[in-house]
């Protein structure tokens, strides 16, 4: 067996939890945090390194039996649609930390553990080749997640947390049942990429795919299970609000691409339409809710719903276009919207407001701020030169060529992110400074910057020459596509 | 009966007599224990049940019939008792400190749980529905004593009476059907039974039979409709009593359910519709009634009974899996369940009682080491990975699936998402409140070592499972 790569990125956080529970004074901790997922954040990168983009199977293969009474083995593995999460997750994960320095004096220890279970078990979301330790992952992170809200967030966060936690039980325990229903259909196996070769009988595959869907649909969140976001978001502290929409979002997109389309092709066929429908729904409806708000939180927030609408849209147009177009666009998101958090929570750490009312003439107290704030603004609303307008772009041509009336509805979306983003910043930045006259605001510090900065490049980076990003994953997904049509084609 | 059989026999049934002659000892040796010295009581106690734990574990190679067929000692039954010691030693561990708190440390209480251990040790190994009467009512005499110790305490006696009657109801209920089996067959032997019936196994006199022996076994387990004494015996009953009877007793009365359950007999009366609706109903009734409750002793009684429905649902599935899921189940429910126990316990110190769940408000920022690992027992009971609780739920899920009542399984699953709102509320007030009053729990080295074991077992079960997994596998009877 070749060397463990990918074990050790995912158990370097989770020996950094126990690392810091042992440590005393909150500064020894946050440096130990900020010290593990630096490392992580460079065994991402040297896998990355490593990724053979010639392949478009299953990379650095490890596994180990676990339970063997139950065919359940501890195996890990990446392909072109999982390495650009793994490394996304370790990056956020790093920025959390630092956006957390200052902003959480209160049982740091506590935060950091969580943090880093956190990011333990996103990385073994991403990495899991067993359905089995997939679902461990993906139910565990309730747990420090539930804390992140419940514990550190707003005024509110006792009621976001329950609800965040809830619906996604809720969601997740029928997406068990189905993976014990699968684990039977496939022989008694949670191997995943066994289960990826399993010819299922149409029926059987529509009730799991709907068992699937409401578990993924519950973490995208589409319309009408996206209650629990906006809540969530609101109330998490900046760093929880980073790694919700930054990553865990992802989760419910990655569960789509890793299991409704090739283990239930004929399914994710037949119901293409319905999932793209659902998904142009998300596009509009986001959007124009987060036309609405006043809270600088929420608007980011709802156009999260919004975005996400694009990524479901991309999957379920089963092509090329679409497909790459919504996995770079969930990388794209992940940086993008991570850092619109980190600058409301910047922002918030100075003001104690949220209210885009309150704020106005940000711009010439803040500069360096306000020139950062503009570039992750015009990368949301997919300016070409930022890395959203590729993905966007290319989700677009794949959602017209799927259906044309769809695709027509999504524009509408992209129509509406620019609409209430340039208002934000508008009322934000621009004008006569009634910021300065009622707050201290100092601009960003070194520290800041460190969150800020690799950001900012990877907007630019995958904005103007895409290139090595879609070569990472430009095999997989052909080779995605081909399991879907070979079978799914059928119906 | 011969020398020689009498002798093996006898064998068999070793660690019983061990657990009551030490029992006995102690009894007579625990008045001239001086006062201040009764920390001697728990250790001899605790030798005791090690001393039978030992030779449990030298006859656990294969099936040993004893006692001309009325009792047994294999691997199914040395699984249970494992159980069975396991809950009785931690009870021990815990109830030095508070027992000494509430003031009713003599030695009748440690000799009381001893003979309590011995009946359920032969439920697990007793094959005909007269032995099984035998233990089952050593164990519950003791327990309703147990339970009305507190006796300057109203609440306790109230507990303890209500017990004593509705439970020797359920006994009455219990023993008429036995005589209905002996009448109707002519046996009392679980594996004579079946053999036994000429004609229809459908005869209405025998389905009103075994309907009276389920009435009797489910009243034990708190399942609905029999399920009304729980909340009050155990908000009743002093708290390391509550815990000890919310594992241990549940747990033998499990092994006797499956027993006679999964008996030809009683398995081709289709008597799995009626367990399924049990099943469905106490776990909704535990799940939605515990939503609501203030004190945290009453929210565990419901959440006992929510976790009986569960593990029914393993008897449901019935075959080698089903039987090994509830096995598993009830190993990993004792180690969450004392746990959380043991944290509640360990509340109890000079006027402050732990049961109020308001009490926990800010618990986590003057003992955050504490509330982690409540934190832990909660999770582990609302069945979140990666602890030991979410695997308990996991294989009796795969064993339903398996057998292909997906419907239940999806029904099982919705109740617990139920569930695990009332533990994250605890939670909720633990780590998302501000603290009101400060206290001190009694964390003696006892009681530290107990919240260890648990947590050892919670966590450990949870990532590890391989190996448990196969000795409930292994220990399971069935096909």
Redesign the interface.
Known sequence: MAFPLLSLIVFVPAAGAAVVMLLRSDDAVRWAALGFTLLDLGLAIAMLAGFDTGISGMQFVEKR??????GISFALGVDGISALFVFLTTLLGWISVLASWTAIDS?V??FMVSLLAMQALMLGVFSALDLFLF???W??M??PM??II??WGGGG??YA??KF??YT??GS??F??GV??L??EGGRTFDIPALMALDLPFEVQSWLFFAFLVAFAVKVPMVPLHTWLPDAHVQAPTAGSIILAGVLLKMGAYGFLRFSLPMLPEASVYYSTLMMALSALAIVYGGLLALAQDDLKKLVAYSSISHMGFVTLGIFALNPLGLKGSILQMFNHGVTTGALFLFVGLIYERTHTRSIADYGGLMKVAPVYTGFLALFVLSSMALPGTNAFVGELLVLSGGFAANLTLGAAAVLGALLSAAYLLGMYRKVALGPSSVGARFKVRDVNGREMAAILPLAIFVLWVGLYPKPFLAIIDNSVTHLLQQVHDRGDGQ | MTAAVLLSSLLASLPEIIVITGACILLIAGQFVPKGQEAVLVWASVAVVLLAALVTFTLSGGAQPAYAGMFVADPFSVFFKSVFYLAVILTFLLSRKYTDIEGIGGSEYYVLLLLALAGMMIMASATDLLSIYVGLELMVLCTYVLTGFLRREQRSNEAALKYVILGAISTGIFLYGISLIYGLTGTTRLDGMAAAVTGDPLDPGLLLAVVFIVAGLVFKIGAVPFHMWVPDVYEGAPTTITAFMSVGPKAASFAVILRVFLNPLVAGSNVWIILAVIAVVTMALGSFVALVQDNFKRLLAYSSIAHAGFAIFGIVAGGADGVASVMLYLLIYTFMNLGIFGAVIMMRNGNFSGEVIEDYAGFAKLHPGLALLMLLYLFSLAGIPPTAGFFAKFYVLVALVERGFVLLAVIAVLLSAVAAYFYIRVVMVMFMREPERVFEPALTPLVAAALAVTAAGTVGIGLFPAWFLRLAQQSAFGG
Do not use: M, S
């Open positions: 039996v676990w339970v063997p009474a139950l049982k220890k506590l679902y461990v992952c139910e565990a309730l747990i539930y804390l419940g514990v966060r006792v947390a329950f936690f809830l039980l809720a325990l029928l068990l049942i014990i229903v684990y039977f």
